[in-house]
């Protein structure tokens, strides 16, 4: 990656934690693109009690509802 791309950030957080929550975000998982981070979101589940939530380069959150549409998109071409 080149300094001035940012990467895409995947975090888990418990299911009953909300995107607008005061805390701060869990250390995250970097990505170049969002298609490799929802790639990892959809196939890997950590002890399958936390949710994914993607910050693309350009700030944008995807929540897990979004997530699971694009691999669904993807799995679909």
Known sequence: ???????VRLQYWPPS?????????PEAYEFGT?????AFAMTQSPAHREVA???TAEGEILKPAQIRRLWELRRDH
């Open 17 to 25: 934690h909300t995107v607008d929550a005061p805390d701060p975000w």
């Open 1 to 7: 990656m080149t300094p001035d791309h940012e990467p």
């Open 53 to 55: 939530w993607l910050r």
């Open 34 to 38: 969002v298609d490799d981070a929802v």
